[in-house]
């Protein structure tokens, strides 16, 4: 049973230019969360979502992020016009729902924004 | 919104002795509080976890409790090994309701040879 995919692990951009993070989670799992880290802090909730619904994004900021995870096909979660402080490593987690409370983390999208 | 403090920051211990990580909540809803481990550059992993109808938990060396009067939880890791090294992170959510995880800050734990 493969664990939570997460691509690219690393990522270069450019100011102004846009950031496409992809999350597959575990098999049997239908709730994704994405959490932010930046260097030397804890995990910042940003946003959960389900299937074709996003559940709670009061985490996000404002502008310039989306997330969405459809029907068919990984979670995405998407900046635009980066930022250099949009650096960090975005972490997405799943958990199979109802029946459990664990959440499993995908190994980390490193974003670096030059 | 739940608030987590986690501290010591940074903790080193002697080999073989034991470490203590200390957390507090400020959201008496929450009901759930996952312990994570992350070494450098790696994803964080579950060690350990506590619901809030109970009020300790042991997995071999790694015990948790919680204390929901106070609003506080613990792990404790004893017989410290030198792979022990590593961010601790405790947590806390309202599970059925939001399911986010609210993050303490970390703990930097050197385990010293």
């Known amino acids: 049973n493969a664990g939570v995919m997460q691509n690219p692990r690393h990522l270069v951009r450019r100011r102004g230019q846009e950031a496409r993070l992809r999350c597959s989670p575990m098999?049997?799992?239908?709730?994704v969360y994405w959490y932010r880290q930046l260097p030397e802090e804890g995990l910042k909730f940003m946003v959960y979502l389900q299937k074709e619904n996003i559940i709670d994004e009061s985490g996000m900021p404002k502008e310039r992020f989306s997330a969405e995870f459809p029907k068919e096909g990984p979670s995405i979660l998407r900046i635009q016009q980066v930022v250099r402080g949009d650096s960090a490593a975005y972490f997405c987690?799943?958990?199979?729902?109802?029946?459990?409370?664990?959440?499993?983390f995908g190994p980390g999208t490193r974003l670096t924004v030059t | 919104g739940e608030n987590v403090e986690q501290h010591p920051s940074t903790l080193s211990v002697q080999e073989g002795d034991s470490a203590v990580i200390k957390c507090t909540y400020s959201d008496s809803a929450s009901n759930y509080f996952p312990w994570y481990k992350q070494e450098l550059g790696k994803r964080p992993q579950l060690i350990i976890d506590i619901r809030s109808n109970v009020g300790e938990k042991k997995d071999q060396r790694i015990a948790v409790t919680l204390n929901k009067t106070a609003k506080h939880f613990s792990l404790h890791i004893t017989e410290t090994q030198p792979e022990d090294s590593a961010v601790y992170f405790c947590?806390?959510?309202?599970?059925?309701?939001?399911?986010?995880?609210?993050f303490g800050k970390g703990t930097r734990l050197h385990i010293l040879p």
């Open positions: 947590a806390a959510s309202i599970w059925n309701r939001d399911d986010k995880i609210i």
């Open positions: 098999k049997g799992h239908s709730h």
């Open positions: 987690a799943s958990s199979p729902g109802t029946s459990s409370y664990e959440q499993y």
